[in-house]
């Protein structure tokens, strides 16, 4: 026979994909593209899979079908291959005792050579609803490639010559497949099914007093879960042989409470990858064994967090064992060592190191009971503890940051350059910024470099300074701390503007002719620019800037940092001209002031939430309608908000990023309604409405303040109203965290 090779191709049914993208094996291959009419039936109604070749493929032994369903959900109804580019007269199995649909064709036109199949509509599978389906439910779809069960994969057989691709490749087969909800008239909302299972560490071998890490996974048994978003579990220990080290981490939305040995440990927030969701982190305070044990967990999606509480995990292995015996050496953060573990046996040595050479440091260590104190380290910078017979602890107690020499370069052709210059002290301090003050002349741009020198004879590269403009006029030039390890040499020199032209300034926008005179008409090139403005009462500024190009097809203009020093003084920070010149040989600085008035309405407007490409703003309106009547929005009925103050009443409307809402278009579009249908809500911490607070309700605030609902469809006004259970008028991580300090 001739040698052929099969290419898995996934032929699946897409939830909300409509047409699906295709799938194939690693390599040249051809595609088979998916589409469905629908992704969601009701019981007794239809579902139709459109399988079509999206390019002309050759040569073709054999194309096979083979779609898995859930039988006590689906059944097969019909195939159509009417439109078929390639079934003329299939060998259909429909394999009912399987609740697998398949057929194959072979592509023989007598030559044994296969033939050319060309793009087009290959067959279209209908599978039914099962009327007696009574509950909402998700139904699983995917492509077979149980060969075991079956004997049936799908796949397309063609000439291993010209397509040298090997089997394999199911994007979408049972280990990710996708979801069709079957769904009753009346049905209420369908909860993901997690399967989740829990399981503790290896149990361990360690020293007294060393830090013990465990780490605790989660798997699914459930085909597409790959991940987790919140989770609730509690432990228990021994505390009189472990400490428990890890704490809550607001970052992380994670938080720890230990009562005497039981933890309880909860989180929420972005989506995690299944495998390592939590590391307990413990110190063994005895040579003791004890046992660290799972008692309960709860994990969830943040899907499910709309409508549903987080359900029960299982628990697959409950218990990690900590034995401990031999030493340990703790280090504080300041000292490290080479070696490769904190592990010493009885007798044994142990050299350690600073972490930052840059310090004078003093050290205490203590091993068992005995204390050794004031040891510093020697001439190469390492201490080594010998006959090592008890744990051992080391503790900095004094570090000084190293100081070098400060030494000046001026240039030889400005004898005055020197007296602009206010030098600081003779000697750097590591850590410790290092300044020196400018009074520049008029006409001038300066040039300040520096470079640091070492013992060993080497320098670093010399490093220009930004210049900082200060309210008297002056300008100061920084050294980082972090740059000063060695001497410094400061290399300054200055430019006339006969050398090197400066920029010209154009002020801009509608808070111009509010300038003050004297306000320069040019910039030195490296040099800070001072703008006035004559500011007016009931108005506020906003001044940016930024370098324009002059004569250039290619450069784009350069923003500009602009700092307020206060009374109406700004300053426009330099953008240096190593820079600019990369780009184009002519700039002008172009400053924008825009004005705006301030005034007050009884309507207010705020923001409420940034999303990712859009804005929630918050309306309120404070009022009394008449007898039980409420304010409306734009025709929607407003939120009466107690905690917001009396008679306050809100909306939530969604603009594009950077669009405004001012508070007259607001209130043109407030009125009173027309029946009486106040609704109150009361702030709490239930923002999910299931009628009990846990960890999704901080879960679904997470996802509020992280953009991903950015409409009303799936999140209502009012849950995203109740997501602000501090009352702020904005959502924010403050209200999750809120939450989970309420019901913990």
């Known amino acids: 026979m001739k040698k052929i090779c099969s290419i898995l191709l996934a032929l699946l049914l897409v939830l909300g994909m409509i047409p699906s993208a295709a799938f194939a094996a690693e390599g040249d291959s051809p595609k088979i593209v998916t589409s469905v009419d629908k992704d969601s039936v009701k ?145 209420g909302p369908v909860a993901t099914a997690t399967g989740y299972s829990v399981s503790m560490g290896a149990d361990q071998q360690v020293a007294a007093s060393q830090k013990v890490r465990i780490p605790v996974t989660v798997a699914s048994s459930e085909k597409g879960i790959t991940g987790f978003n919140a989770y609730d579990m509690t432990f228990t220990y021994d505390p009189a042989a472990l400490t428990l080290n890890t704490t809550s981490n607001a970052a992380a939305n994670l938080t720890v409470e230990d009562n005497n040995g039981t933890v309880r440990v909860r989180r929420y927030g972005a989506p995690l990858a299944l495998g390592e969701a939590l590391a307990l982190d413990f110190t063994a305070k005895a040579t003791a064994t004890s046992t660290v044990k799972l008692i309960n967990a709860k994990f969830d999606l943040d899907a499910n967090s709309i409508n549903f509480d987080a359900p029960d995990a299982a628990i697959s292995d409950a218990d990690t064992v900590v034995n401990a015996n031999n030493f340990t050496v703790t280090l504080p953060d300041e000292f490290t060592s080479d070696a490769e573990t904190r592990l010493v046996p009885s007798g044994g040595s142990f050299t350690f190191k600073p972490v930052d050479s840059h310090y004078t440091y003093t050290f205490t260590v203590k091993m068992g009971d005995t204390v050794t104190e004031g040891l510093t ?7 080594t503890i010998e006959n090592i017979s008890g744990n051992v602890e080391v503790t900095c107690t004094g570090k000084t940051p190293k100081q070098y020499d400060v030494e000046y370069v001026f240039g030889d052709k400005d004898p ?46 010399q490093v220009s300074l ?70 007016r009462e009931n108005c506020t500024y906003t001044v940016t800037a930024y370098y324009q190009p002059l004569g250039s097809i290619t450069a784009v203009n350069m923003p500009a940092k602009v700092r307020s020093l206060g009374n109406g003084k700004y300053v426009v920070d330099p953008i240096p001209d190593t820079k600019l010149s990369q780009y184009a040989y002519s700039w002008r600085l172009v400053v924008n002031v825009e004005k705006v008035s301030q005034n007050a309405e009884e309507v207010s407007v705020s923001r409420y939430l940034e999303l990712n490409d859009k804005t929630m703003m918050l309306i309120t309106v404070k009022g009394t309608p008449e007898g039980g009547k409420a304010f409306t929005y734009d025709g929607n009925t407003m939120y009466k908000v107690n905690a917001y103050g009396t008679d306050q009443y809100a909306w939530l409307v969604i603009v594009d990023k950077g669009q405004t809402l001012t508070q007259e278009e ?25 009628g009990k607070v846990d960890v999704n309700d901080a879960q679904l605030v997470y996802d509020m303040y992280n953009g991903t609902y950015s409409d009303f469809t799936k999140v209502s006004v009012e849950k995203f109203l109740r997501a602000d259970v501090n009352a702020t008028k904005v959502v924010d991580h403050t209200d999750a965290v809120a939450i989970v300090n309420q019901f913990k």
């Open 43 to 187: 019981p007794g109604e239809t579902i139709t899979v459109t399988y079509t070749l999206s390019e002309q493929l050759s040569p073709v032994n054999n194309i096979t079908i083979a779609l898995k369903y859930d039988k006590s959900a689906f059944e097969y109804k019909s195939v159509d291959y009417t439109n078929s580019v390639f079934f003329k007269a299939p060998t259909t199995e429909n394999m009912k005792a399987y609740g697998v649909f398949s057929m194959l064709e072979w592509g023989d036109d007598g030559s044994g050579e296969g033939i050319i199949v060309p793009a087009g509509e290959l067959c279209k599978v209908t599978l039914v609803a099962l009327e007696n389906i009574t509950e909402a439910q998700e139904v699983l779809l995917y492509n077979n490639d149980e060969t075991g069960e079956t004997s049936m994969d799908s796949c397309l057989w063609i000439d291993w010559e010209e397509y040298d691709t090997t089997n394999g490749g199911f994007d979408h087969g049972e280990s990710n497949p996708f979801r069709v909800t079957i769904a009753p008239d009346g049905a």
């Open 377 to 383: 380290f020697g001439a190469n910078d390492t201490y």
């Open 416 to 461: 005055l350059l020197e007296k602009d210059v206010t030098k600081g002290p003779d000697k750097a301090t590591y850590l410790q910024d290092y300044s020196v003050i400018v009074t520049p002349r008029a006409g001038l741009s300066y040039w300040i470099n520096y470079e640091i020198r070492y013992p060993n004879g080497t320098r670093s590269d």
């Open 666 to 690: 607001a209130a043109a579009k407030v009125a009173i309604s027309a029946a009486d249908n106040v609704v109150t809500i009361t702030l709490g911490f239930d923002v999910n409405m299931t």
């Open 466 to 535: 930004t210049p900082v403009a200060n309210a008297d006029g002056t300008i100061t030039y920084t050294i980082p701390g972090s740059k000063i390890d060695g001497t410094v040499y400061f290399i300054i020199s200055t430019r006339t503007n006969d050398e090197y032209p400066g920029y010209a300034v154009l002020v801009t926008g509608n808070g111009a002719e509010d300038q003050a005179p004297g306000n320069g008409t040019s910039v030195p090139r490296d040099m800070p620019y001072y703008l006035r403005l004559n500011e």
